[in-house]
């Protein structure tokens, strides 16, 4: 009888291993490594677009100061 009691101890332990902890180790690192990669790409994304706006910047800075300042000077009111 004692041997009996300990194959069902071990089956339910190997049950329990390989169909609940294993599968749930392996669904975490999957998804912690999906998010960990979409993080990259989004800082990839934010890092050109502080490039592209960094660039872009410095084009217009340069242009607004070689131009002749043209026409009248307009005053602008605030609107409540």
Excluded: H
Aim: aromatic share 16%; net charge positive.
């Amino acid at each position: 009888m004692k041997y009996v009691l300990y194959a069902l101890l071990i089956w339910f332990l190997y049950q329990f291993i390989f169909k609940l902890v294993i599968p749930v180790y392996k669904t975490t690192r999957t998804i912690k490594k999906g998010f960990r990669e979409m993080q990259e790409k989004m800082n990839e994304q934010y890092r050109q677009q502080q490039d592209q706006s960094q660039a872009a910047g410095t084009y217009t800075d340069n242009n607004r100061s070689s131009k002749a300042p043209a026409g009248d000077y307009i005053d602008f009111e605030e609107v409540k």
